[in-house]
């Protein structure tokens, strides 16, 4: 039988005990969080999670943005992409 591991601050859950524990990080004050999202305020440790929030999260947020800059001539997705992972 597979065991369960519930967060108590959420409705995340998972089987396995080192997803958990980096879940909680989300809910502890403490923890640093390097890479944010400039549209939410989603935070990461590392670079590449935030790249594909934004992606999978904003996109529609931000497809005016790119069509006009498109029409432009210019491509934004590599200005949206530097300014979600710059630092803090």
Partial sequence: MDRIYYCTECTYQTKTWQDHQRHLERHDPTVAWPY??????????????ITNHIIDRHV?????????ANAAGQCCWPMLLANALRLR
């Avoid at 529609?60 to 006009?68: D, P, Q, R, W, Y």
């Fill in 60 to 68: 529609g947020e931000t497809a005016n943005t790119m069509l006009l």
């Fill in 36 to 49: 944010t999202c400039p549209y939410c305020g989603f935070g990461c440790k590392r670079g590449e999670p």
